[in-house]
């Protein structure tokens, strides 16, 4: 069981914009820490594409984007594409001195 | 360019040992710490352990405490995972990651391709 909570799979239609939510604790993100998220396509390693909540490093298009609120944290794809279909993985630090994960999100482009 | 390249892994027995290599390019390798992150196959990432920059500071998920030992080795620029006292559910595509500083709490900027380990008799 991971240690942030995120849902299992989220889908949507082309041009739509989907959210997937990560939830943690008072530990991890309730405490302040940063949330950072990945994306890792089918047979790759994962993609860093957004740091410190909500900042996307060069080269991640401006349709993802990132959120931050109490102990939770989102990232919004707009404008979905059928390449964004992939497992997002939120990340943060808990105060426990370790890097803590989310079980990840499997978004289908319907 | 940063890259970061794993080796040294494949099939052990379990109780078995195994050392992973990272050899890592394109940055300062003593300013950065460096994790590995793993994935059993079908699952999830969990978080393994991170070196400090300076090598001074390790940590560890608790599931591998006592049984897996991080380092590195500035003259080579090569980041290591020595494992012990493998078991099954220690089989999973490790990656090498480098942090986007030198804080646990930074995220991970760039990740190898993945080694995988299979622990299985």
């Known amino acids: 069981q991971s240690v942030l909570t995120q849902p299992p799979s989220v889908s949507g239609a082309p041009g739509q914009r989907v959210t997937i939510s990560c939830t943690g604790s008072s530990s991890n993100i309730g405490a302040g820490y940063d949330v950072h998220w990945y994306q890792q396509l089918p047979g790759t390693a994962p993609k860093f594409i957004i740091s410190g909540n909500t900042n996307r490093p060069s080269g991640v298009r401006d349709r993802f984007s990132g959120s931050k609120s109490g102990t939770s944290a989102t990232l919004a794809i707009s404008g979905l594409q059928a390449e964004d279909e992939a497992d997002y993985y939120c990340?943060?630090?808990?105060?426990?001195?370790?890097?803590?994960f989310g079980g990840g999100t499997k978004l289908t482009v319907l | 360019e940063v890259q970061l390249l794993e080796s040294g892994g494949g099939l052990v027995q379990p109780g078995g040992s195994l050392r992973l290599s990272c050899a890592a390019s394109?940055?300062?390798?003593?300013?950065?710490?460096l994790s590995w992150v793993r994935q059993a196959p079908g699952k999830g990432l969990e978080w393994v352990s991170t070196i400090s920059g300076s090598g001074v500071s390790t940590y560890y998920a608790d599931s591998v405490k006592g049984r897996f030992t991080v380092s590195g080795d500035n003259s080579r620029n090569t980041l290591y995972l020595e494992m012990n006292s493998l078991r099954v559910e220690d089989t999973a595509v490790y990656y090498c990651?480098?942090?986007?500083?030198?804080?646990?709490?930074?995220?991970?900027?760039?990740w190898g391709q993945g080694a995988l380990v299979t622990v299985s008799s």
């Open positions: 394109g940055f300062t390798f003593n300013s950065y710490a």
């Open positions: 990340q943060s630090y808990d105060s426990s001195l370790r890097k803590v």
């Open positions: 990651a480098k942090d986007g500083g030198d804080l646990l709490t930074g995220p991970l900027e760039y």
